[in-house]
């Protein structure tokens, strides 16, 4: 005897159409018999066709929408998921982190869009639009946007022309400490087995102050002592010592640069040298940044470091070619 076929299997507009013609087909005058054997259905379910049909019309044997959610995203969600992941943070939708994890990104689409979706289909799906995890820059909260356009746009290009007219010449100063202990870089290894370097169990730190110029000059000093007040005097001193032309500093509104004896040294330089300050909370406009990441990222943590002497060995070139800030 030939089974019948399971009808789950089959596709709602496929069921849509049998369930159509085989009533169409009893109306012709087939027998309900027949007609379940040439549709290879049970009996009874073609009586309940038939039973539909004549109570509530033909229509009433077209498939229903599908209940609950749906399981994938159009091609315009697709683009506002994108530009949701990519300019704003979990905090601007009330999650309580900072981070877009495949976990919040599906809570993000069933709370927005009412699409249900598993944390695996959620990781294919990033793929597929061109999202790849990334290690964040962090910004401070307290940075002023308008404030850091302004100096972009406005202030430094003033002190710029201003600089010219006075034949000054004008660098970019920033502190920085490194210890022994810094960690950056990867290294390779089979997977699930952490590769294992040589480190110091010892602690051993350096302060590091530099100020470079857009032509790539660079003055660099290390040392061991804290940066305070008279210290900073002494590095202005080193600094321009030799310069012909006045000296004009931007830098951070770090309060050692704004201390007392600062602002009295800057007095007895009668303008030959002048602090110009950043905008609060903006690392990314002073370019010595450029100089700290390639001491750490590219110096430190490729080797092992053992000493305050060896720290100090692990410095920069004293000519270095550096991007324009205009750039």
Not at 71 to 100: I, Y
Not at 291 to 315: C, F, P
Request: hydrophobic share 40%; glycine share 6%; net charge positive.
């Amino acid at each position: 005897m030939k089974k019948d076929f399971d009808g789950r299997t089959l596709d709602h507009s496929t069921l849509e159409y049998i369930r159509i013609q085989a009533v169409k087909a009893i109306r012709k005058g087939i027998p309900i018999k027949e007609v379940a054997e040439i549709f290879g259905v049970h009996i009874s379910r073609v009586y309940e066709w038939n039973q539909r049909a004549q109570k509530k019309g033909m229509d009433a044997l077209r498939s229903k929408p599908v209940p609950g959610r749906q399981s994938f995203l159009n091609e315009q969600q697709k683009k506002v998921l994108a530009l949701w992941l990519c300019v704003f943070t979990p905090l601007d939708f009330k999650f309580e982190t900072v981070l877009w994890t495949t976990e919040i990104i599906k809570a993000l689409i069933e709370n927005e869009f009412s699409i249900q979706m598993s944390r695996s289909a959620v990781s294919r799906l990033l793929h597929r639009i061109g999202l790849t995890p990334q290690r964040p820059a962090r910004r401070a909260i307290e940075r002023q946007a308008a404030a850091v356009e302004n100096w972009k746009n406005n202030e430094f290009p003033k002190i710029k022309e201003l600089a010219e007219k006075e034949g000054a010449k004008i660098y970019f100063l920033d502190e920085a400490g490194v210890r022994t202990d810094y960690h950056a870089g990867t290294t390779w290894s089979f997977q699930g087995l952490t590769p294992i370097v040589p480190a110091t169990g010892g602690r051993y730190r350096i302060n590091m102050i530099a100020a470079i110029t857009n032509e790539g000059e660079i003055h660099f000093q290390v040392g061991t002592q804290s940066l305070n007040g008279d210290a900073f005097v002494e590095y202005l001193k080193s600094l321009v010592k030799d310069a012909t032309s006045p000296v004009w500093i931007i830098t951070d509104g770090y309060s050692v640069h704004h201390s007392n004896v600062v602002k009295e040294y800057l007095k007895k330089t009668d303008g030959k040298v002048k602090i110009f300050f950043l905008p609060t909370y903006s690392p990314n406009l002073n370019p010595v940044e450029l100089v700290w990441n390639n001491i750490k990222a590219q110096g430190i943590a490729h080797y092992l470091i053992r000493s305050v002497e060896e720290l100090k060995v692990n410095r920069p070139p004293p000519r270095r070619r550096w991007l324009h800030y205009s750039d």
